[in-house]
């Protein structure tokens, strides 16, 4: 994972806000695996983390790089319509 798991996973567990052993019940996870995943010794995959994002009531969607539109692309252009 190229993300700061560590940092992230704590992130949205505090944003529930749930303590260790809540969060890991929420995940159907043991607590051990939500301290390794906050320690850096392992890493969620991703519908780990996907769900995580779905627990804390965030749209997973934001995993996802945002793609800026080049000039001249926009919302017209992909619906055909000519400027």
Request: with cysteine; charged share 20%; proline share 7%.
């Amino acid at each position: 994972m190229t993300l700061d798991s560590k940092h992230l996973v704590q992130q949205l567990r505090l944003s529930g806000p749930y303590s260790v052993v809540q969060f890991a019940k929420k995940l159907g996870v043991s607590k051990q695996t939500v301290y390794n995943w906050e320690s850096g010794k392992t890493a969620p995959d991703l519908p780990q983390l996907i769900r995580m994002y779905v627990v804390c009531g965030l749209n997973p969607r934001s995993l996802l790089p945002q793609k800026k539109p080049q000039e001249g692309e926009g919302v017209s252009k992909d619906l055909g319509i000519s400027e």
